[in-house]
Nanobody
């Protein structure tokens, strides 16, 4: 079992940048594929980006070229660097950890990102 805690959310102006962190504890972090999801009001939760323990990444088309996912297995932490932020990026951002699709998925509590002038 793994516990996840997100941090770094906040209010940023359009075109600005923001970095999120997801700190993991309770299990061997390197065993997990980790990902960032987001959920805007009235919308379904959607995948933003994912990264394997070895560093292979996958991004939603809407964030390609603007967001960068990374992880530090030694620090049990995953990151999301967001640049060129748009109002439509406003959402609660969640981190997720899962060994494989057949195992339990663990979620953090979420952190709010608001892009507004």
């Amino acid at each position: 079992q793994v516990q996840l805690v997100e941090s770094g959310g906040g209010l940023v102006q359009p075109g600005g940048s923001l970095g999120l962190s997801c700190a993991a504890s309770g299990s061997t972090f390197s065993r997990y594929v980790t990902a960032w999801y987001r959920q805007a009001p009235g919308k379904q939760r959607e995948l933003v980006a994912a990264i394997t323990s070895g560093g292979t990444t996958n991004y939603a088309d809407s964030v390609k070229g603007r967001f960068t996912i990374s992880r530090d297995n030694a620090k049990n932490t995953m990151y999301l660097q967001m640049t060129s932020l748009k109002p439509e990026d406003t959402a609660v951002y969640y981190c997720k950890a899962q060994i494989n699709p057949w195992n339990t998925a663990y979620w953090g509590q979420g952190t709010q990102v608001t892009v507004s002038s």
